[in-house]
């Protein structure tokens, strides 16, 4: 079996090769193709790569590539996770919207919807390559907005053998886990919503939904500190939102946080990324100084997520950093494959068709949802009715999400304008005309370029 990642100059590729290495024997994973558009930077990371492989030389062939036609020939799976433009383009997604005091975010808002605008096309030529070079392989999205992206990848690319995932509702599953001293296989997540904007609505173990007991006792537990959200408001809910949803209960103190900061979350990830790539160029080839780099980076770079935005002290540093992979899109994504591969049916929180999955959205949109994953078939489990406000903003969100994705593929600066007044974190026309000829300015002819 070939796996592909496209975008593997990302700073994550050095865990996921490890774990490919640790799991080849049991998935049958005989070839590893690490595919970049930035040579140098993929020539970075593959230093950490072997810095921390130590021993885990598995017999299985791999290497790193900028020809995508190498990387894609004869591919089983083909996971993406490129972002287009880097992260310095992730620095414009957040500040264009917040000259204009609207949320300015990677996924969420103004900022993802930049990000989707710009990476559609992208991943579009991509799908006609492996019509050419791999036709039968799956498409694994991790690339942000990964709902959106895989809902342009089966719908405009006609890739039906697309899947996308996102690590955070597994991350649920992960974390009641270790509290509860179960085996994770034995803790099930009901989970329903859009990538990025979803809910736990139930938490079963050995089939008793122990969700509200939690919830009761919430202000005592660990995993609060978890969450940018109070106990009050989880309490009233009766659920667990998606972490991504403080940008929507908390919009406006999230904007006005982020003003504050010195920098965005770009920015301090533009100078990281620059502090670890200049420190990797300038180590020897100890390994163990440049474990301590990477190791070192993933601290900085866990320490400060959503301080910025929730003005708090990190949220999600409970654990100390291992580079033994620990939960992560890499372990997601891998357990995704060996479920498609040997067909043992298991529950999986993917991004896939709604399928009538969730009762009220249409059946051909994406949706994140629980689904029996088995050999080469996914299959999402009934949600049902959800409530009323849940379903709300869903509806809203999805029709931001697919006039995005048409305005992607034809270019088309109206229906760019017509997403961000839809958008509820948005929601007024003059606002949205400023933002898109903003990003227009920016990005020029890599913003609503089209597909050709």
């Known amino acids: 079996m070939k796996l592909t990642i496209i975008g593997a100059a990302g700073v994550r590729t050095p865990l996921i090769v490890k774990e490919c290495y640790k799991k080849a024997e049991s998935l049958g994973l005989t070839e590893l193709a690490l595919f970049d558009i930035d040579g140098n930077r993929l020539e970075q990371i593959e230093k950490v790569t072997l810095s921390i492989l130590g021993c885990s030389q598995a017999t299985m062939k791999r290497y790193i590539t900028t020809d995508p036609r190498q ?3 004869d591919a089983n799976y083909v996971i993406t996770t490129f972002r287009v433009g880097g992260m310095e383009a992730r620095v414009v997604d957040e500040r264009v919207p917040l000259s204009q005091g609207v949320l300015g975010q990677e996924t969420t808002g103004a900022g ?3 990000m989707g605008i710009r990476s559609i096309p992208v ?6 390559l492996m019509e050419q070079y791999c036709p039968n392989a799956w498409l694994i999205n991790f690339a942000n907005p990964s709902g959106m992206l895989a809902e342009a990848a089966i719908l405009a690319g006609s890739w039906q053998r697309t899947v996308g995932i996102c690590d955070a509702p597994t991350e649920v599953q992960r974390v009641v886990s270790s509290f509860l001293q179960v085996p994770e296989e034995e803790v099930y997540v009901d989970y329903f ?6 809910w736990t609505q139930a938490i079963r173990v050995h089939g008793k939904d122990i969700l509200p007991d939690l919830i009761e006792g919430f202000e005592n537990l660990p995993m609060k500190d978890l969450l940018p959200f109070s106990v009050e408001l989880i309490k009233s809910l009766q659920m667990i ?3 991504y949803l403080y940008y929507y209960y908390s919009s406006k103190t999230a904007v006005q946080n982020i003003l504050k900061s010195e920098r965005t979350r770009g920015e301090e990830l533009v100078a990281a990324n620059n502090e670890l790539f200049a420190d990797i160029s300038a180590a020897t080839n100890d390994p163990e100084s440049i474990k301590a780099i990477y190791t070192k980076y993933l601290e900085v770079r866990r320490n400060h997520y959503m301080q910025a935005e929730t003005g708090k002290a990190a949220i999600n540093a409970l654990e100390p950093i291992s580079l033994e992979l620990q939960g ?3 372990d997601v994504a891998l357990r995704l494959i060996r479920s498609l591969e040997t067909g043992e049916n298991r529950i999986h929180i993917v991004n896939t068709m709604n399928k009538g999955a969730i009762a009220g959205l249409p059946d051909n949109c994406v949706v994140e949802v629980p689904c029996v994953v088995g050999k080469d078939m996914i299959q999402p489990c009934n949600i049902g009715k959800i409530p009323l406000h849940c379903l709300g903003l869903l509806a809203r969100v999805k029709a931001y999400e697919e006039m995005t994705i048409q305005a992607a593929i034809e270019g088309s600066e109206q229906k760019a304008i017509e997403a961000l007044v839809i958008h509820p974190l948005v929601s007024d026309e003059k606002i949205a005309r400023t933002i898109v000829s903003r990003f227009q300015s920016e990005f020029g002819n890599a913003f609503l370029s089209g597909v050709k």
């Open 112 to 114: 993802g919807f930049a």
């Open 241 to 243: 939102p998606n972490e």
């Open 193 to 198: 919503g859009l990538n990025h904007l979803g």
């Open 71 to 73: 990387a894609l020939e």
């Open 123 to 128: 991943l579009l030529e991509y799908i006609k």
């Open 328 to 330: 992560g899109y890499a």
